[in-house]
């Protein structure tokens, strides 16, 4: 595939189902399908919630719904 990265920066630590779980703001600096969702399991700390990539079916399926939210949005635009 091609290149892909993403800037991931601790924010908070805490417990989920009995389970170490750690916030984190992640930052794509490229535009890949699933990049955040790789490059989470590539560090070995998949999404609470994803039941595709996470490598802890239990965790993973144990959660009404993933725990991937956009705290922002933003794309370039040129105003004409």
């Known amino acids: 595939g091609r290149a892909a990265e993403t800037n ?3 924010v908070a ?4 189902q009995g389970r170490g779980v750690t916030l984190v703001a992640m930052k794509p600096t490229t535009g890949r399908r699933h990049q ?5 399991r590539h560090v ?12 802890d079916q239990a ?3 144990g959660c009404e719904r993933m ?6 949005l933003s ?3 040129q105003v004409q």
């Open 44 to 55: 070995g700390h998949h999404i609470v919630g994803d039941v595709t990539y996470a490598e």
């Open 67 to 72: 725990m991937l939210h956009a705290w922002r």
């Open 59 to 61: 965790m993973a399926r």
């Open 8 to 10: 991931i920066r601790p």
């Open 36 to 40: 955040l969702r790789l490059h989470s």
């Open 75 to 77: 794309m370039p635009y």
């Open 13 to 16: 630590y805490g417990s989920y």
